[in-house]
């Protein structure tokens, strides 16, 4: 019958025969047991406090997807306009410019971003009356995803959200909260974090980071195994495998003693066990998974740094493609979302659209524009204006 596996150094239980006991010691020409574990992989939640402190704050390359993203989107300016008529002095656009008293414009649309990246969901509250063409009497607050949750009705669609910090909880009206969240296939009220999409390469490239931390602790050797050779044969006494266990672990274990020599005697001999970098294809491999994470935000790797990534001709075209199919979409749909909200609250018509001539990463592109309106002689000056977009 075959025996469960266990450490070679694990009691046996009182009901095991005496030969499972035996079977423990190691055969002339076996390995003693270095063994670190099973070999089971374990992987991080996907909700939100894991993959927040996984990712944006034990990873260096989710760190810094979601600080360019959010930071790029945060910069981008919105242009309100009501019934196709710009509206620069719009209430709204001063409310989004401060939206409470303790968070810029800018702060808190980099929080909205980052939330939206590492959770999939964002929540706004507004709190206080109504906005005035000339004041404002209210404040937006941004709510910590992992602390709402969605009150649904007897038809499944959401009648309110609650809101829970430590053990107070209240309720908040749909028409007080704007919940923004992405797509998620299998959730029909909650959004899906493009980082839980990277879990996999999240957990590959922080492993690969902690391996590289325990070999240099290790004074940068691999782990190996003694093997027990005696010329006249038999095997370890009890006693003998205790004592050389203990003598492992005491006196060879661990960074202050890394680069002790092993005195071997009785038939041992030391055989390296450990996979080299090379062998394990170990660089390769980590630059591998910090692609998908870029990847999973959206990020051209060249601009993280990554090196073996040539889609993109030079620096200024992934830059491009970083505004134009990341950055832009997701304020553009920002813009949409506080449309609608922030239209209720000023109980006018409103449209909320980004305003492209303050992103600098299209800077080439506008230029291109204009020349080539420019010299469109057929074109009235009005004309020329509205295909700029004035």
Not at 180 to 209: T, Y
Not at 342 to 359: A, I, N, S, W, Y
Not at 368 to 380: D, I, K, N
Request: net charge neutral; charged share 25%; with cysteine.
């Amino acid at each position: 019958m075959k025996l469960p596996f266990r450490m070679p150094w694990a009691q046996a239980p009182d009901r095991s025969p005496a030969r499972d006991e035996k079977a423990l010691h190691p055969r002339p020409g076996t390995a003693l047991a270095l063994i670190a574990g099973e070999g089971e992989a374990r992987w991080t939640g996907r909700n939100y406090a894991a993959l927040a402190r996984e990712g944006f704050m034990k990873n260096p390359v989710a760190h810094r997807c979601v600080r360019m993203v959010s930071e790029a989107a945060a910069s981008i300016g919105f242009l309100a306009y009501r019934r196709e008529t710009e509206r620069p002095e719009h209430p709204a656009l001063v409310l989004l410019t401060r939206p409470n008293g303790a968070m810029t414009g800018a702060d808190f649309l980099e929080a909205l971003y980052g939330q939206l990246m590492l959770s999939g969901n964002a929540y706004v509250e507004a709190i206080g009356a109504g906005l005035q063409a000339t004041a404002r009497t209210a404040e937006l607050h941004l709510l910590r995803p992992d602390r709402v949750s969605v009150v649904t009705g007897a038809d499944g669609w959401p009648s309110a959200y609650e809101y829970r910090a430590g053990t107070r909880a209240r309720r908040i009206a749909l028409d007080g909260l704007l919940h923004l969240k992405l797509f998620h296939p299998l959730d029909d009220h909650e959004g899906f974090a493009p980082l839980a999409a990277a879990q996999v390469a999240l957990d590959l490239h922080n492993a690969a980071g902690r391996w590289n931390k325990a070999l240099l602790d290790n004074s940068a050797r691999p782990s190996g195994a003694l093997v027990y050779q005696p010329k006249e044969g038999g095997n370890l006494s009890t006693d003998q495998y205790q004592r050389l266990k203990v003598e492992l672990d005491e006196g060879y274990s661990g960074p202050m003693r890394a680069g002790r020599p092993l005195l071997l005697e009785g038939g041992l001999d030391w055989k390296s066990m450990g996979l080299s970098p090379k062998d394990m294809d170990f660089v390769e491999a980590k630059n591998g998974a910090a692609r998908d994470i870029a990847l999973a935000f959206g990020v051209p790797p060249m601009l993280l740094g990554i090196p073996g990534d040539n889609t993109y001709a030079n620096y200024q075209e992934a830059n491009r493609a970083f505004y134009r199919l990341t950055v832009l979409p997701l304020v553009t749909r920002t813009g949409a979302s506080f449309s609608g909200f922030l239209g209720d609250l000023t109980g006018e018509e409103l449209k909320l659209v980004p305003d492209l001539d303050t992103v600098a990463g299209l800077s080439a592109e506008r230029d291109a524009l204009w020349a080539r309106v420019g010299a469109a002689g057929f074109l009235t000056d009005e004309e020329k204006r509205e295909a700029v977009g004035y």
